[in-house]
C-alpha cells in the first residue's frame, strides 16, 4: 500500500543506514569509492558524478513524492532544464514555452539552446487553442508553469497532456511554485515534471539544486545516461539539505498558504493596490482549473499598485521584515520587482512583465508582522489620490 504525502517525504529514499542505523541518510562526501576487484565495484558506485549514496537517496524520494517512476538531482533548477532540453531534443526541434514564466528557463531557450538549434514559439498556457496554433510537426516539448512565475496564470495540466501527446510531444511542467504537495503533474497526464529544488523544496534558502521525476522509465533511464554525460549533478550536501527540507514540505507548504491567504485578502482591501494575482480567488480566470488540479493555492502572490513602476520598487525598498531578494520558497518572506530582478532577462521580449508588479513569497512568520510590514511599505504608495488622512 502506497503511504501518504507526508510519509512518504519523512521516509521514501531513507532508510536507516544498514551498516550503523544510522537514521538520517549519511552524507557520502566522496568523489570515488573503492572496487573489490577490476571491473567490481562495490554495490555499483564508481564514481560520485555517475551515483551517490545521498544524491540517490533524494532521486528516490524525488520520484516518490511526485508519483514518478524515476527522480534526478541536478546542481540547480537551470541545469535539470538544460539536461532535458539537450536529451529529448535535436538541433531543428521545436518547443512551446510559455509567454509567461521564469526569465532564466526564456534566457536558456532564447539565448542558449536556440544558438544550438532550437526553434521555439511562446503561447499563454492558459489559452488551448493559442498552445494548438503554436504546435509545429517538429514540436517535441510543451513546456509549462502552473502557476507561471510571476503573473501567476494557471495551465489545464490534463487538457495540455491530450493536446501534446496528439502531436507527439512530451508535456514538460515546471511544478517550482506549486510544490509536489499542492500538485502533482504526472498524476494529470505530464511527462516530465521539472523543480528548482532551490525554493518549497529545500525550503530554507541554503541550497541552490534542480530535479527532474519522470513518468517513463525508459525516458529515466535517457536522462540518467545525460546526467551523467554531462555533468551538472547535486552534490551529496546539498542533496542531503534538500532531503532535510523536504521532510516539512507538507506542514510549510500549508502554513505557506495560510499566511498567503491573509495577504491577499489584505492587499485586496489596500487603495494603493490595483490588482491581485493569486489562483485561490474566486475571480482569477484559472481558479477552476486550479481547483481541479490543486490541493491549495501555494505561498506566492503578485501585485500591482496605482503609481506604476517608481511606486513598485518604491514597496520592494521600503518592506522591512519581507526581504528584498530574489528567489522563493523559503520559510522567510521575500519581496521583489520582477522587471528589474528576476524577469530582467525577458525585458523587451513577449515574456516582459508589466512594470508595476510586486510578487512576493509569503513566508511562514507571524501573519500579523507580515501584513504589518506590507502596510508600512504600501503607506506612501497610495497615489491613487486619496490622502492618507483620509482613508
Ligand atoms: C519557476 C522556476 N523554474 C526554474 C528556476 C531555476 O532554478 P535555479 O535557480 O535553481 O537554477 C527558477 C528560479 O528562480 C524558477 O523560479
Known amino acids: 500500500m502506497s503511504h501518504g504525502f507526508e510519509t512518504r517525504a519523512i521516509h521514501a529514499g531513507q532508510e536507516p543506514d544498514p551498516r550503523t542505523g544510522a537514521v538520517i541518510p549519511p552524507i557520502y562526501q566522496t568523489s570515488t569509492y573503492a572496487q573489490d576487484a577490476v571491473g567490481q565495484p562495490r554495490l555499483g558506485y564508481e564514481y560520485s558524478r555517475s551515483a551517490n549514496p545521498t544524491r540517490d537517496a533524494l532521486q528516490e524520494c524525488l520520484a ?29 526541434d521545436h518547443l512551446v514555452i510559455p509567454d509567461d514564466a521564469y526569465g532564466g528557463t526564456y534566457r536558456l531557450v532564447a539565448k542558449v539552446l536556440q ?29 509549462v508553469e502552473t502557476p507561471t512565475n510571476p503573473l501567476l496564470g494557471i495551465a489545464d495540466l490534463g487538457a495540455l497532456a491530450g493536446l501534446a501527446h496528439d502531436h507527439g510531444a512530451l508535456l514538460a511542467v515546471d511544478n517550482t511554485f506549486a510544490s509536489p504537495y499542492l500538485q502533482q503533474p504526472i498524476v494529470h497526464g505530464a511527462d516530465v515534471v521539472v523543480h528548482s529544488t532551490t525554493k518549497y523544496l529545500g525550503g530554507h534558502s541554503d541550497v541552490v539544486g534542480g530535479a527532474l521525476v519522470v513518468r517513463d522509465a525508459g525516458l529515466g ?29 507538507g506542514v510549510r507548504m500549508d502554513r505557506h498558504c495560510d499566511n498567503a491567504e ?47 513602476e517608481p511606486a513598485a520598487v518604491d514597496v520592494c525598498d521600503r518592506a522591512e521584515l519581507f526581504v528584498l531578494a530574489e528567489s522563493l520558497g523559503g520559510v522567510e518572506s521575500l519581496i521583489e520587482h520582477p522587471g528589474r530582478m528576476t ?29 504589518a510590514d506590507l502596510g508600512q511599505a504600501l503607506e506612501t504608495e497610495d497615489r491613487s489620490g486619496l490622502d492618507r488622512r483620509q482613508r
Request: glycine share 10%.
Open 115 to 143: 544558438r544550438w538549434g532550437l526553434d521555439w514559439t511562446t503561447a499563454p498556457v492558459s489559452d488551448l487553442d493559442a498552445v494548438r496554433a503554436a504546435m509545429t510537426p517538429r514540436t517535441k516539448v510543451v513546456w
Open 262 to 308: 491573509q495577504v491577499v485578502d489584505y492587499l485586496l482591501h489596500h487603495p494603493a493596490v490595483t490588482d491581485v494575482r493569486y489562483p485561490g480567488l474566486a475571480e482569477h480566470p484559472g481558479h477552476k482549473v486550479a481547483a481541479g488540479q490543486m490541493r491549495r493555492y501555494g505561498g506566492m502572490v503578485s501585485f500591482r499598485v496605482a503609481g506604476g
Open 343 to 371: 524577469h530582467a532577462s525577458a525585458a523587451g521580449s513577449p515574456l516582459e512583465v508589466p512594470a508595476d508588479l510586486v510578487r512576493l513569497s509569503v513566508g511562514i512568520e507571524t501573519v500579523d508582522d507580515l501584513i
Open 221 to 249: 533511464d535517457e536522462l540518467a545516461f545525460h546526467q551523467n554525460a554531462m555533468g551538472a549533478v547535486c552534490g551529496p550536501f546539498d542533496a542531503w539539505l534538500t532531503l532535510r527540507g523536504i521532510k516539512t514540505l
Open 64 to 92: 516518490a513524492l511526485e508519483r514518478g517512476a524515476r527522480g534526478l538531482a541536478f546542481a540547480s533548477g537551470m541545469a535539470a532544464e538544460d539536461t532535458l532540453l539537450r536529451t529529448v531534443c535535436a538541433p531543428g
